[in-house]
């Protein structure tokens, strides 16, 4: 969220070493911004985002087994997602409050779908709902649990985590993994 305030600033003298008093800067406007995936707008990271708080959806956080490989083009090879190594029967979390959108199988493997209020909607396969759509739920809410069989997962059982922002056939894929990144702060001038 944006607060304004006058900033002030040290200058450091080159010659003695020492520090000297500057004068204060203009008022600036202070923005906490996600770690580069640009929720409040068009994507770059450059406009406005709110402050959002996305968690693991598995506790404790997990190793990554697959990470996110964006494809060259919208329907070409890639994987639209990042797989997390987890025990089979293990709790899947909510990683953002939301309403789930979708419970059921797709392709015979148990998926789960939750719209967050930014957006963006997060995904997890292979689950065993324990949810059912239209149902609100909260950051780290249990969804689910994890089910054996996720192709190409090199341990017990792989949680398959997507993101997406948008819907239908204009949707576009990210990577989950942003979500998690820290958040920063950037001081913009003020008009």
Partial sequence: MAAAGLVGALAISGAGGGVAAAAPLPQAEVEVV???????????????????????????????????????FRYGRGHRGADLAAAPGQAVLAARAGEVVFAGPVAGRGVVSVLHPDGLRTTYEPVAATVAVGVRVGLGDPIGTLEPGHAGCPVAACLHWGLRRGSGTAADYLDPLVLLRPRYVRLLPLP
């Fill in 34 to 72: 996600e770690g580069g995936l640009g929720v409040g707008g068009g994507g770059n990271g450059a406009e406005r985002a709110p402050v959002v708080e996305y968690g693991w959806p598995l506790r404790p956080a997990p190793a990554v087994a697959r990470r996110f490989e964006e494809p060259p």
